[in-house]
């Protein structure tokens, strides 16, 4: 039985973490550290385990693995330490806010011998988890260019805060392009098998605000032209202003034909074959926000897949380098916005 404990016992741990770990058989929770310790408490109370102040005592405490569920900022300080306490270590997206915070996790996990996964969640929805059978397949041929969508109304409805710390920032350090564009991101490295490596980047901030009634200092749109290797073009636009139905669509077009990803409420895969019948496939629904906050008890795969991978000693499904690749590319992203021109990305070529 997996011992498992948590970091930052906010929504994402809350919604997410927590109850899936508490659904999982092979796992216990049995502790909880947070920067809000009544929130650990409640938390002690409602699942079991202990609610620690100390964070050395915690992470002390006999614990196999740890999920890292606390602000952007705070992810590599955190998980390396983890990690150096000889624990596996499930930490949320965006994996850090530096390259070099991403290399130093990356190393910390070798060094250690342990597990380090990156919440990147998208590749375990059913219609990804099938396009991807169908691509590898060569079911619509020679892939030709793609385009990918997520946009709800920004973190205000999800934190319940008017002001939530994904504006400020300091805490955050990036805005819709990381908190939903490293999703859609690793989403197109898994779809595609192979990552992109050049981008052209226009991160801007629309519409949302601070009480004082200025513009935030991150972005709240992005929109991307990626090129991948063997020369599959695509673009991706991340939103924190779709004040909408929430968005969360991707179309992939092949030689042979398309396969679309939850762009039908009902047929959440569609494979239509340029020269045969549509396929339409009923799966899951998309994981948007709305379905994580609702109460329901909602599986997204990415615990059940961290546990497994420990307990089967097997290489975790979005290792740090496989997120590493991916935060090369948000990288590259901002410093293409700021400059205006396409930026390459040489280690993604290897
Ligand atoms: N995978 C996803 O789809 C997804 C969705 C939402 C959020 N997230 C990520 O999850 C992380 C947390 O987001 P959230 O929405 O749960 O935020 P949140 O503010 O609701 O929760 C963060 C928690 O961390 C605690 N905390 C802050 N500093 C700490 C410290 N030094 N030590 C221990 N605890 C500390 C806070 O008290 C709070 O309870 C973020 O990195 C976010 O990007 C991922």
Redesign the pocket.
């Known amino acids: 039985m997996l011992k498992v404990g948590i ?7 809350q919604v ?1 973490h927590i109850p899936e770990l508490a659904n999982n058989q092979n796992c216990q929770l049995t502790a909880y ?4 310790p009544q ?1 650990a408490e409640k938390m002690a109370e409602r699942y079991g385990g202990k609610a620690y102040t100390d ?1 050395e005592e915690f992470l002390s405490s006999g614990l196999d693995a740890v999920c890292v ?4 900022a ?2 590599a300080e ?1 998980s390396v330490k983890a990690l150096n306490h000889g624990l596996h270590v499930l930490c ?3 994996m850090a806010t530096t390259l070099e915070d991403c290399e130093s996790m990356v190393e910390a996990a070798k060094r250690n011998g342990k597990k380090l996964m990156i ?1 990147q ?1 998208q590749r375990f929805a059913q219609a990804h988890v099938e396009a991807r059978k169908r691509i590898e397949a060569g079911e619509i041929g020679d892939i030709l260019s793609f385009d990918t969508v997520y946009g709800h109304a920004g ?1 205000e409805a ?2 319940g805060q008017k002001n939530p ?1 994904f504006f400020d920032k300091k805490r955050s350090v990036f805005g819709a392009m990381a ?1 939903l564009g490293v ?1 859609k991101t690793d989403l197109m490295h898994y779809l595609l098998g192979e990552p992109i490596v050049k981008v052209n980047a226009n991160l801007c901030t629309r519409d949302k605000k601070y009480p004082d009634g200025s513009l935030i200092s991150v972005d709240d749109n992005a929109f991307c032209l990626y090129q991948t290797a063997s020369g599959v073009v695509g673009s991706m636009h991340v939103s924190w202003t779709q004040y909408g139905e929430e968005i969360n669509s991707t179309v992939i077009q092949g030689s042979e034909g398309v396969i679309r990803c939850y762009t039908d409420p009902k047929y959440t895969l569609i494979v239509e074959k340029k020269h045969g019948p549509v396929e339409k496939l009923e799966l899951d629904t998309v994981g948007v926000n709305e379905e994580q906050t609702s109460g329901k008890f909602f599986n997204s795969g990415v615990i059940d897949a961290f546990v497994d991978c420990i307990l089967q000693d097997k290489k975790a499904p979005i290792d740090g380098e496989e997120a590493l690749k991916t935060m090369r590319v948000i990288f590259a992203a901002q410093k293409s916005a700021q400059t205006g021109e396409a930026v390459w990305i040489e280690e993604n070529k290897k």
């Open positions: 970091i930052g016992c906010g929504t994402i741990a997410r550290y947070s920067a809000t929130k964070l569920c606390v602000p952007n705070l992810h955190i949320e997206k965006p919440g969640n973190p999800w934190s710390w908190d999703h």
